[in-house]
């Protein structure tokens, strides 16, 4: 199902520029003795491992024993991305992996804006199950980014860290435990580079789109909103409509396993956890009101929409579990087709009648297919 090399939607990338980007633009971390960071290191990855029991133990699934479990920093954060990246490319058929041809000028530019985005997500994730690099996935921890927050925030760093620990124990359990998980989404993000449009795909489309977005910005600006969504109208410039479909079906897949994660979280911290109210008072303060640049940046990135899906996928998640337990909401993870669509996201109790009172099979949209 790989298309072929040279497909508009996957740009070239130069990834030695884009790793010497990455580390040239890393801010360095909070300052910490020797002792100070291997104490946190050996923390961290004492908590994944409680963590990992107290998710097995609220959720009932079992995740694999298999994934490692690496504690690193912002530099070596950013690598394993870039490791990762460039193996999605090589499967999708973009990038030959023993290539040694000339790297192009515009590669070479999009290495360093690789590089650049992956200097500053590094400075902000704390915590990631990275799905791509290998064979069985790894979970992330990024220390210097822990022990700032919890230092900025004032927090009990051994609470905190335990906290953190269970947000990315459950993302590791969603992909692990759930057999068909981490396969159904490598196949929705094939599907939506197989379904590109060359001529949906130029840049003179884009600059097309983008001057009708920018059109419509400014007439809600003199006259209020209006009935068009700006990206919506970008998005349907670039991409074809099964592609439109594949973002729908990853949009809503995210946001469950989002808002999943934070039901977890603080449904462990409950028992777990003896301040858990705070940390996520104090958390929760923290993503709601970034700088100036960072809310640019998190716009650019499309990190608002990352914030919106913890929230929206929270919901429904809490819903699901008062109305009907942990037991009802986990018929989620019986096969691809109970996954909820985005309408059902946010009206959960149609996801409910689909799926818990069985009226109805199949989701629009969903197969069971894989590719």
Same mark, same amino acid.
């Given at each position: 199902?790989?298309?072929?090399? &040279?497909?508009?939607?996957?740009?070239?990338v130069d990834w030695q520029t884009a790793a010497s980007c990455s580390r040239a633009f890393s801010?360095?971390?909070?300052?910490?003795?020797?002792?100070?960071?291997?104490?946190?290191?050996?923390? +961290?990855?004492?908590?994944?491992?409680?963590?990992?029991?107290?998710?097995?133990?609220?959720?009932?699934?079992?995740?694999?024993?298999?994934?490692?479990?690496?504690?690193?920093?912002?530099?070596?954060?950013?690598?394993?991305?870039?490791?990762?990246?460039?193996?999605?490319?090589?499967?999708?058929?973009? %990038?030959?992996?023993?290539?040694?041809?000339?790297?192009?000028?515009?590669?070479?530019?999009?290495?360093?804006?690789?590089?650049?985005?992956?200097?500053?997500?590094?400075?902000?994730?704390?915590?990631?199950? %990275?799905?791509?690099?290998?064979?069985?996935?790894?979970? +992330?921890?990024?220390?210097?980014?822990?022990?700032?927050?919890?230092?900025?925030?004032?927090?009990?760093?051994?609470?905190?860290? +335990?906290?953190?620990?269970?947000?990315?124990?459950?993302?590791?359990?969603?992909?692990?435990?759930?057999?068909?998980?981490?396969?159904?989404?490598?196949?929705?993000?094939?599907?939506?580079?197989?379904?590109?449009?060359?001529?949906?795909?130029?840049?003179?489309?884009?600059?097309?789109?983008?001057?009708?977005?920018?059109?419509?910005?400014?007439?809600?600006?003199?006259? &209020?909103?209006?009935?068009?969504?700006?990206?919506?109208?970008?998005?349907s410039a670039v991409t074809s409509p099964e592609q439109r479909e594949a973002i729908s079906q990853?949009?809503?897949?995210?946001?469950?396993?989002?808002?999943?994660?934070?039901?977890?979280?603080?449904?462990?911290?409950?028992?777990?956890?003896?301040?858990?109210?705070?940390?996520?008072?104090?958390?929760?303060?923290?993503?709601?009101?970034?700088?100036?640049?960072?809310?640019?940046?998190?716009?650019?990135?499309?990190?608002?929409?990352?914030?919106?899906?913890?929230?929206?996928?929270?919901?429904?998640?809490?819903?699901?579990?008062?109305?009907?337990?942990?037991?009802?909401?986990?018929?989620?993870?019986?096969?691809?087709?109970?996954?909820?669509?985005?309408?059902?996201?946010?009206?959960?109790?149609?996801?409910?009648?689909?799926?818990?009172?069985?009226?109805?099979?199949?989701?629009?949209?969903?197969?069971?297919?894989?590719?």
């Amino acid at each position: 199902m790989a298309p072929p090399a &040279g497909n508009p939607m996957l740009p070239s990338v130069d990834w030695q520029t884009a790793a010497s980007c990455s580390r040239a633009f890393s801010r360095g971390g909070p300052r910490m003795s020797p002792e100070g960071a291997l104490d946190v290191v050996t923390d +961290l990855h004492r908590h994944a491992r409680t963590a990992i029991d107290l998710v097995t133990d609220y959720t009932g699934l079992v995740p694999a024993s298999t994934v490692s479990v690496d504690v690193v920093d912002r530099v070596r954060w950013s690598r394993i991305n870039i490791a990762g990246f460039r193996r999605l490319l090589i499967e999708l058929g973009a %990038e030959d992996a023993g290539a040694n041809a000339p790297v192009s000028a515009a590669a070479k530019l999009t290495g360093v804006q690789t590089g650049a985005v992956l200097a500053f997500l590094s400075s902000r994730v704390l915590g990631q199950f %990275e799905t791509f690099s290998t064979d069985t996935g790894r979970l +992330l921890f990024v220390a210097p980014n822990i022990v700032e927050v919890e230092r900025r925030l004032r927090l009990p760093s051994r609470e905190f860290r +335990l906290w953190i620990a269970v947000h990315e124990a459950a993302h590791l359990t969603q992909f692990t435990a759930v057999p068909w998980m981490r396969e159904h989404f490598h196949h929705l993000i094939h599907t939506f580079f197989d379904a590109a449009e060359p001529d949906r795909s130029t840049a003179s489309g884009l600059a097309r789109a983008v001057r009708r977005a920018l059109a419509t910005a400014r007439e809600e600006e003199q006259h &209020g909103p209006q009935e068009e969504v700006p990206g919506a109208d970008v998005m349907s410039a670039v991409t074809s409509p099964e592609q439109r479909e594949a973002i729908s079906q990853i949009q809503a897949l995210m946001t469950l396993l989002e808002g999943h994660a934070e039901s977890v979280m603080d449904g462990v911290g409950r028992t777990a956890i003896n301040h858990v109210a705070l940390l996520r008072r104090r958390f929760d303060r923290r993503r709601a009101n970034p700088t100036t640049l960072q809310r640019f940046l998190r716009q650019l990135l499309g990190l608002d929409a990352k914030m919106r899906q913890y929230a929206a996928g929270r919901r429904f998640v809490d819903h699901v579990v008062t109305e009907h337990g942990v037991t009802g909401f986990n018929r989620v993870w019986e096969r691809p087709e109970h996954l909820p669509t985005e309408t059902e996201i946010d009206h959960p109790e149609q996801w409910i009648a689909r799926v818990l009172q069985g009226q109805g099979l199949t989701a629009p949209g969903l197969g069971a297919g894989h590719g």
